[in-house]
C-alpha cells in the first residue's frame, strides 16, 4: 500500500483514507498500536527502502496525527487501570526485560508463576524444555545464513523487537507472553529466511515445533497457580455452590485472593443472580452473617457457620 499511495490515481486516495481508518480501528483494538508508524519506519530500515515518499509521508502523518490525538482522549476520559499496569521506571524495567527475553523464546508464564510458588525444580525443567529448542533452531540457522542479513537489517530486528514491545518494559508488575507477539513477528521472518537455504531447515522447524508444543502442553496440564487450571478450578466452584439456594447478602472468606481472580464477586453474582454489590470479599467471615463462603488456600470451599 505505500507504493500504491506514491502514484497518482483513485486507488492511492482510497489507500489514503483507508490506511488512517485502520489505524483508528487499531487503536480502538489495542493500546500498542500507537506504535504502529513507529515500527513502519523501522521496517523501512530493514528494506533498505526509505518511506519517506510523496503518498507515504502524508498518511503517515495522518496516523500519528491520530495518535496524538487518541492519547490525549485516553489520559482525559479513560476510567482508572489497575496499579499492575501503571508505568513507572525502575526494577520492573529489568524485571519486564528478563520476561521479554523469555516470551521470545516461548518460555510459558506459568513456568515463571510456578517459581513463584516454591516448585522450583519442574519449573525449571519445563522452562529449558521451551526455550533449548528455539535457541538451537536460530543455532542452526545462523551459523551458515547470517551473512544473508546485513548489519544494518541484524540492528534493525533488533530495533523492531524492543520498539514494538516499548511499553510493556514500564508496566509495573504485569507480563504477559502476547505482549511479544509483534515483537516476534520480523525475527521469525528472519529465522525463516535463514533456514530456506540450509539443508538442515527441517530440523529448524522441527525444533520450533517441539517448543511450542512443550510449552502449550505443559501450560494445559500445570495445576494451580496455572490460569487453564485456575478457569477449571472457578467453573467447578460456581457449578457447585449454584446448586443450592443462597440469598443476599453474601460474605466470601479467601485466603488466596489470585486464586479467586477465575470467579470474582461479579462471577458469584451472575451464577447466584444476586447483586455484585451484595457480595462482600473478606479475609474473615462475621460471626453474624447467615451467609458466608470459605475458601481456603488449596481451594476446598465450605458454608460458615
Same mark, same amino acid.
Given at each position: 500500500w505505500l507504493h500504491a499511495l506514491c502514484t497518482p490515481n483513485p486507488r492511492s486516495l482510497l489507500l489514503l483514507v483507508c490506511i488512517p481508518? %485502520?489505524?483508528?480501528? !487499531? %487503536? *480502538? +483494538?489495542?493500546e500498542s498500536a500507537v506504535l504502529i508508524p513507529l515500527l513502519m519506519v523501522v521496517i523501512g530500515l530493514f528494506a533498505r527502502r526509505g518511506p519517506w515518499r510523496r503518498g507515504? +509521508? %502524508? $498518511? &503517515?502523518v495522518v496516523c500519528v496525527a491520530q495518535i496524538v490525538l487518541w492519547l490525549f482522549l485516553d489520559r482525559h476520559f479513560t476510567a482508572r487501570t489497575d496499579a499492575a499496569y501503571t508505568l513507572t521506571l525502575g526494577f520492573n524495567v529489568i524485571r519486564n526485560g528478563m520476561a521479554f527475553v523469555a516470551w521470545l523464546l516461548n518460555v510459558p508464564r506459568e513456568s515463571i508463576r510456578m517459581i513463584m510458588t516454591g516448585d522450583t525444580g519442574a519449573a525449571l525443567a519445563w522452562m529449558a524444555a521451551a526455550a533449548l529448542p528455539m535457541l538451537g533452531a536460530w543455532f542452526i540457522a545462523l551459523r551458515r545464513g547470517h551473512a544473508l542479513l546485513s548489519l544494518r537489517q541484524w540492528l534493525a530486528i533488533a530495533l523492531f523487537a524492543v520498539? $514494538?514491545?516499548g511499553p510493556y518494559f514500564l508496566f509495573s508488575w504485569n507480563s504477559y507472553p502476547y505482549y511479544a507477539a509483534i515483537s516476534a513477528i520480523l525475527p521469525v521472518i528472519a529465522l525463516a529466511r535463514l533456514s530456506t537455504d540450509s539443508? /538442515? *531447515?527441517w530440523l529448524v522447524a522441527m525444533l520450533v515445533v517441539v517448543s511450542s508444543w512443550v510449552a502449550v !502442553?505443559? +501450560? /494445559?496440564? $500445570? !495445576?494451580?497457580? $496455572?490460569l487453564i487450571a485456575r478457569a477449571h478450578w472457578g467453573e467447578n466452584l460456581l457449578q457447585q455452590v449454584g446448586e443450592q439456594?443462597?440469598?443476599a447478602p453474601l460474605w466470601v472468606q479467601i485466603s488466596d485472593s489470585r486464586r479467586f481472580y477465575a470467579v470474582g464477586s461479579a462471577g458469584l453474582a451472575w451464577r447466584l443472580g444476586i447483586e455484585p454489590e451484595a457480595i462482600h470479599v473478606t479475609r474473615h467471615c462475621p460471626v453474624t452473617m447467615?451467609?458466608? %463462603?470459605?475458601i481456603d488456600k488449596n481451594g476446598h470451599w /465450605? &458454608?460458615?457457620p
Open positions: 481508518v %485502520l489505524q483508528m480501528l !487499531a %487503536l *480502538l +483494538t489495542k507515504n +509521508t %502524508l $498518511a &503517515w520498539v $514494538a514491545y539443508r /538442515r *531447515l !502442553a505443559g +501450560t /494445559r496440564q $500445570a !495445576a494451580q497457580p $496455572a439456594p443462597v440469598g447467615k451467609h458466608c %463462603l470459605s /465450605r &458454608w460458615r
